[in-house]
């Protein structure tokens, strides 16, 4: 058996068994910010064995892992991987001890096929009920007993835990005969292969054991270990879980990779290298396909460092160009049978591979020749500064650093490039004084002075809220800057500035990427009194809401006041909010399942929305998203927003944003009609604490603004919608009037010039001018050189306006026919250019999806006319071409073009008769 049967074998095993088939849970775990990735198989059942969840009395999975602490030891050992598969059984309160044993000892003698004479059983010292069960079994090897080091599991200081029984399969003594070469010992003869785990106690708290009321099983098996064992291979880079990238590798290289037992200190090195290449490429495609991208900070920074990792061992075996990207497709062929859906993204993991090696290959050869310059005068230890100037100046990882130097006995200062990094952290963040309100040290003297104090947020339902005043922070200036006063008899005068905390508020403190309320307090018996103007809404600690004011009146601690939003930006706000989430789901319907979302903003004027994606978004795909959005909001979809377990988040494929900490009971926003039931019946549904609109079609309208590059693999796109779309429309007229008006003031003013040096006209000047040297006639040179570029500049704008005012009138113009199930725009301009028809034929086969557009323009007694077709007609037989020359063949013309798009004119005529020859063409 190889690898991908031996995972079917034993998922059909234990579902024969009566055990629950789980499919396995992404990488990056779902609502568990505690974790970077999952690394082990129980990850995903925490809430079952801690009795958050139930309904499931058995289950097994084959679960995607990953672990950080092996990178630098793959290759070394045949027991280290960053990314594997843990196959598992596990039972929550139903079989313990005896049925997990009976199971692992039917599976792995009779599934497997392994030689029971060569597995070794261990069980913890302590463990006799364990150890009885296995001699029960009649096994060939008596159970090893071992301390808590290795076989006692807890899941932390406090809480569940139990002794372990281990499997440990004998590799033979051409493995190692040494005195670590033992079973649980360090060598590689003698190989763990599956770990059963019986939680059974509940550490206190004192250290002491109490039983667990309901005992569980956890086991854990390596997929990769087994299939080296099945197969018959000597490590499990030659399996078929890793061969078929190792091959691909030394097609693309070139060097053959040896046998990996094979001999001298050169081939060594040469089998070392495959096997970090193909574990780091599997890691790599497997994290990508999530939408992780290669960056600097937690999981990006793994990315990135197996990408360059791997990299730099092929660039030791000869590669000179970006490789990894070409192993992508052997990777996923892999996985294809249990991993379908990463074909999808096949083309995104290809591109980010290649993308970052590409930048690491750019930096690798100076930084390699600056550390060898380095290690000429640093013959026995690399400073620390050193260190971190390489990685700081040319991208240079440590980890790489230290490779480099341990293969040439060099010790790395390790805590000195630390310090250094540290305090070119510090020295980069020195900026000017901050506002008080961003700095959390004052409101721990607070909450230190009033225990229990919290803040209640009452915004969701409201936008006033009769409240009391808890605690004062007042901002005084002075010589050394800006300091604090807080305390019960601190106050706010008129004129003052500081924060305030409120028992309760309806101010939505900034987060999840909204931006804080603004508003004002108002005397609690005449609403007219205004006491302060709230400027902005903050979250300094988890428990506290701030509000930095302006005091019109004096403000006490403990006076009582209304809180009151404006409406007006908390309206608009939520008008973008709910934009944003509808536009995440558009970028994932348009450019894969694998975008994520990498930050954002949402305020009353615009929204700014940061994505994963390894490339620009075309023209097309913009369109597409925003044809979504504003379909999403002309369908006046209700959002619903709910507070729901955190359990839930996966049951109902809730988004989320990776890293973001959301609580036991988080919010979900679902955008959709009945999608709580079925997924197909919702747009959009989302982790968020934010505040929206109560249904889409309030937003009214939607556009994208800009497109950009942020960082590798990060896009941006700011959009505005509702209200805001119009200030937009107005200001980028009212800047394009400005820059006419002052191209046509300079126009005039050069020309005025040119007349007075010369007494000619300036047209006569552009076409003749004077060969004199004088300093006036220089000048006129100069100025003929600005009017050229300016009346270029001038056509071009009014050339601009001209679009905008056809475009102004297709919107409003057109007229949609439908013949026979499908679409047909048509309109008439008077003396459009044709470049402004072809632009308007785009837009409006974008908008329509599936259709036929002709529109047409009339100039000194000339009809002229472009036919569109979109895509999906073409293979119905719609060829815009020969509708052009159906056309031209009534009014005695001419026309030609693609099937797509056509163009033709000729003499003027009946635009109704030609949209009835159109309209008959069109009909299937």
């Not at 139903?94 to 692992?104: H, M, R, T």
């Not at 070794?120 to 079994?137: G, I, Y």
């Not at 078929?240 to 691909?248: E, N, Q, T, V, Y």
Request: charged letters at 25%; one cysteine or more; proline letters at 6%.
């Amino acid at each position: 058996m190889n690898g991908t049967e031996l995972r079917e074998k034993f998922l059909t095993y234990f579902d024969r068994k009566a055990h629950h088939v789980t499919a396995t849970s992404p990488l990056v775990p779902d609502g568990d910010p505690t974790l970077l990735f999952t690394a082990a198989g129980m990850v995903p059942f925490k809430p079952y064995f801690l009795g958050q969840k139930t309904g499931v009395d058995r289950a097994t999975s084959c679960q995607k892992c990953f672990r950080t602490t092996d990178i630098d030891r793959v290759g070394q050992t045949i027991r280290h991987l960053t990314f594997f598969e843990m196959l598992g059984n596990f039972s929550f309160g139903d079989y313990f001890k005896e049925g997990a044993i009976e199971f692992c000892w039917d599976f792995l003698t009779n599934v497997a096929k392994l030689d029971p004479n060569r597995l070794h059983p261990t069980v913890f010292e302590d463990d006799a009920e364990a150890e009885a069960v296995w001699v029960k079994l009649g096994i060939p090897n008596k159970p090893v007993r071992l301390g808590s080091d290795t076989n006692f599991w807890a899941m932390g200081p406090t809480g569940p835990c139990g002794p372990c029984s281990e499997v440990y399969y004998d590799l033979g003594p051409e493995f190692g005969t040494g005195p670590q070469d033992t079973v649980g010992g360090d060598g590689d003869r003698y190989i763990e292969v599956w770990n059963l785990v019986f939680m059974q106690f509940d550490r206190q708290p004192d250290g002491t054991l109490k039983p667990l009321p309901k005992k569980n099983i956890d086991t854990g098996m390596g997929l990769e270990r087994l299939a080296m064992i099945v197969e018959g291979k000597s490590s499990p880079f030659q399996t078929s879980l890793f061969d078929p990238i190792r091959k691909a590798a030394a097609d693309v290289i070139g060097v053959p990779p040896p046998d990996a037992r094979g001999g001298g200190p050169s081939e060594a090195e040469v089998v070392m290298a495959y096997r970090i290449i193909a574990d780091h490429v599997r890691a790599a495609v497997m994290l990508s396909a999530e939408g992780i991208i290669p960056s600097n900070v937690e999981r990006g920074y793994v990315l990135r460092r197996l990408i360059r990792r791997a990299s730099r061992y092929g660039r030791l075996l000869g590669a000179k160009e970006p490789f990894l990207h070409l192993l992508v497709g052997p990777a996923l062929g892999i996985f294809a049978s249990q991993y379908p859906e990463l074909a999808a993204a096949r083309q995104q993991v290809a591109e980010t591979l290649k993308a970052e090696e590409a930048r690491f290959l750019e930096t690798l050869e100076v930084g390699e020749r600056e550390l060898g310059e380095l290690l000429e005068r640093h013959a026995k230890y690399l400073p620390g500064a050193a260190a971190f100037k390489l990685y700081d100046t040319y991208g240079f990882p440590l980890e790489l650093t230290k490779e480099i130097c341990a293969r040439k006995g060099v010790a790395v200062d390790e805590p000195g490039f630390h310090e250094a990094r540290e305090a070119a952290m510090e020295a980069a963040s020195r900026r000017p004084a901050v506002a008080p309100q961003l700095l959390s040290a004052p409101y721990q003297a607070v909450m230190e002075a009033n225990p229990g104090l919290r803040c209640e947020f009452s915004g969701y339902r409201k936008l006033e809220e009769l409240t009391q005043v808890v605690a004062i922070l007042k901002h005084v200036k002075s010589e050394g800057g800006m300091r604090v006063e807080h305390g019960p008899k601190v106050e706010l005068g008129p004129g003052d500035e500081g924060e305030v905390v409120l028992l309760r508020t309806p101010f939505y403190p900034e987060g999840g990427g909204q931006v804080g309320d603004q508003g004002a307090f108002v005397d609690d018996v005449t609403d007219d009194r205004l006491l302060a103007k709230v400027h902005d809404t903050q979250k300094p600690l988890p428990e506290l809401i701030a509000h930095r004011v302006t005091a019109q009146r004096t403000l006490r601690v403990g006076m009582r006041l209304r809180a009151r939003v404006d409406p007006e930006t908390r309206r608009t706000t939520a008008y973008h909010h709910t934009a944003t989430h509808l536009l995440n789901e558009a970028l994932r319907r348009v450019l894969g399942p694998n975008v994520r979302q990498a930050g954002s903003l949402v305020s009353p004027e615009r929204l700014r929305f940061d994505f994963t994606h390894g490339k620009p978004v075309t023209v097309e795909q913009a369109a597409e998203i925003e044809k979504l959005v504003n379909g999403a909001i002309a369908e006046d979809l209700p959002v619903d927003p709910m507070e729901r377990p955190a359990a839930d988040m996966k049951e109902l494929g809730a988004v989320s944003l990776l890293g973001e900490k959301y609580g036991d009971k988080p919010r979900f926003l679902l955008i959709g009609k009945k999608g709580w039931a079925d997924p197909a019946d919702r747009f959009s549904l989302e982790l968020c604490g934010g505040t929206h609109v109560a249904r889409t079609g309030e937003i009214q309208s939607f556009k994208i603004v800009k497109e950009t590059a942020v960082a590798s693999g990060i896009r941006r796109i700011e959009a505005v919608a509702g209200p805001a779309l119009e200030e937009l429309a107005r200001r980028a007229e009212a800047e394009s009037r400005a820059a006419l008006k002052e191209a046509i003031r300079r126009f005039i003013e050069l020309t005025s010039k040119i007349q007075s040096v010369t007494g000619k006209p300036y047209k006569t000047v552009l076409a003749n001018i004077p060969d004199a040297d004088a300093a006036p006639i220089a000048e006129v040179r100069k100025n003929v050189a600005e009017l050229k570029e300016l009346e270029k500049s001038l056509e071009a704008q009014l050339a601009q306006i001209k679009r905008e005012n056809l475009l102004q009138q297709a919107e409003h113009g057109r007229i949609l026919l439908e013949v026979a199930g499908r679409k047909l725009a048509v309109q008439k301009f008077d003396a459009a250019e044709p470049q402004a028809l072809r632009d308007i034929s785009d837009k409006l086969k974008r908008e329509l999806g599936s259709g036929v557009v002709f529109l047409g323009t009339y100039d000194a007694n000339r009809l002229s006319y472009v036919v569109a077709v979109t895509q999906d007609l073409l293979g119905a037989g719609l060829h815009a071409g020969k509708i052009a020359q159906a056309v031209a063949a009534m009014q005695g013309g001419k026309a030609g073009g693609r099937p797509d798009f056509a163009q033709g004119g000729g003499p003027d005529y009946d635009w109704d008769e030609l949209v009835t020859k159109v309209k008959d063409l069109v009909t299937p």
